[in-house]
């Protein structure tokens, strides 16, 4: 359990340090992979819609303290990218390849609409298709590409855990 | 453990309305960082330092071999340069003096005060698409506090949002939630600059509000207004780029082309009216006395 919470704290600093530095070198017409979404997907994926909403949730704090302007709001999105996507596909075999590259898309465009919808469309502002074409889709597109990357990584990462928590505990 | 387990649903559910609670209590909020925050960015911003600093370190090493051949070419111009600013500002020290004579015999306040200033680096940038906050490396300790005013190269870059014991954030002018009240120094002309995503990825902003009737034209520089209360007057923004007239008929808007590079920013000025900073770094040579 302990080593859990660290490499999981671990990865989610980790994550949070490299998007906002050495990632803006990887920006394709100024769009960058949603990274955060990929761990949080990966997460429910792998462990359940528990640690999905905790990691949401955690990952969702350390974006609001260092780029948001209100305290809660990316928390309470990616706690409940990780809820969602943890209850909807928890039967599936987390070893498919192409699965979790699908949902981090999907979670990327629902994610994103709801950005829009709360912080541009209640703002007066009405060019949706613009944002779909030269945001939305884009992104879904490049952490798509991402996803296969990081999920193999955290899926390794677990397994790992995994193996180790088996025999501490003399489970199975 | 066991008392998690058991009531996971509720928790969760609490945790959300708590949240969705803290974030509509929140919005919009400047101030300083609580001290979680402090405590969160005491821990990570010297790490962001680290990896932008090892990042430019090589990207400039990269863009060197590219780029020695101009190297010379430019160091002579930025010679000429230098040579044509020194005389310039010796003409205006003297018009500073005179205009201070002649402001003392007339009885009335300086309008472009000196300010206080102290250099920043800017350490992270936005992980998402949407916005154009970035993260600098000074925060309270020295002084800077949220409502501070940030340039670079002679033109207006934003403002810091709030501030943490060892970091800042900061909003540039190019980020879709910001305003500044602007004029046009040749004609007068007010309007507002604000930032829009559409114009965002190309470096541009945009200036709305403009009387139909002004005189405002392509090339007239930009500057901050005397009627914000954040922005001091007289920092320069850009100039315009080009004119259009907003569906109403009754207003013109303006897409301003900023001085500053914003896509390769790296340090940026901090610019403060109060004299916190000089007070703060007083304080702290004071301390440093007193231990030796």
Request: aromatic share 10%; proline share 2%.
């Amino acid at each position: 359990m302990k080593e859990r919470v660290i490499s999981t704290a671990l990865i989610l600093i980790l994550n949070i340090i490299l998007q906002s530095t050495l990632f803006q070198a990887i920006r394709i017409v100024n769009i960058m992979p949603n990274t955060s979404i990929i761990i949080i997907v990966s997460y429910a994926l792998l462990r359940g819609r528990t640690e999905g909403a905790a990691v949401g949730c955690f990952s969702g704090i350390l974006t609001d303290i260092f780029f948001g302007t209100s305290f809660g709001f990316y928390a309470f999105l990616g706690m409940m990218t990780g809820y969602i996507c943890g209850r909807s596909f928890h039967n599936l075999y987390r070893e498919n390849y192409i699965l979790p590259i699908m949902i981090s898309s999907a979670a990327v465009f629902i994610y994103e609409n709801i950005i829009y919808f709360t912080g541009f469309l209640f703002k007066g502002n009405t060019e949706y298709f613009y944002f779909l074409i030269h945001l939305i889709i884009p992104e879904m597109v490049y952490t798509g590409v991402f996803s296969i990357i990081i999920y193999r990584l955290l899926f390794a990462v677990n397994d790992w855990l995994e193996q180790r928590e088996k025999y501490r505990y003399r489970l199975f | 453990m066991k008392f998690f387990e058991n009531y996971k649903k509720q928790i969760l559910t609490v945790l959300a309305v708590v949240l969705v609670a803290a974030s509509i209590l929140t919005a919009g909020r400047t101030g300083n960082a609580n001290f979680l925050e402090s405590t969160l960015g005491f821990v990570i911003t010297p790490l962001q330092k680290v990896t932008t600093n090892v990042s430019s370190f090589f990207g400039d090493k990269f863009s060197n071999i590219k780029n020695e051949k101009d190297l010379e070419k430019e160091n002579e111009e930025l010679k000429a340069e230098i040579e044509r600013l020194e005389r310039e500002n010796k003409r205006l020290s003297l018009m500073d003096e005179e205009n201070k004579k002649l402001s003392s015999l007339l009885e009335i306040s300086q309008k472009y005060a000196a300010y206080d200033t102290t250099a920043s680096q800017i350490i992270a940038k936005d992980p998402g698409n949407w916005y154009n906050i970035f993260v600098i490396d000074k925060g309270t300790k020295e002084g800077l506090s949220a409502n501070m005013v940030l340039t670079a190269e002679g033109g207006l870059v934003g403002k810091i949002t709030e501030s943490g014991y060892t970091y800042s954030k900061g909003m540039s002018i190019l980020d879709s939630r910001s305003s500044v009240s602007a004029m046009s120094v040749r004609t007068g002309d007010l309007g507002i600059v604000k930032g829009d995503y559409t114009l965002m990825n190309d470096g541009l902003c945009k200036m709305e509000y403009i009387d139909s009737d002004a005189e405002i034209m392509e090339g007239d520089e930009i500057i901050t207004s005397h009627l914000s209360d954040i922005f001091p007057p007289g920092i320069s923004i850009g100039t315009v780029k080009e004119i259009k007239t907003d569906s109403n008929g009754l207003t013109k808007y303006a897409i301003i082309e900023p001085h500053v590079d914003f896509k390769h920013l790296d340090t940026v000025l901090v610019i403060s009216e109060s004299g916190e900073m000089e007070e703060t770094a007083k304080k702290a040579s004071d301390n440093e006395e007193v231990s030796n």
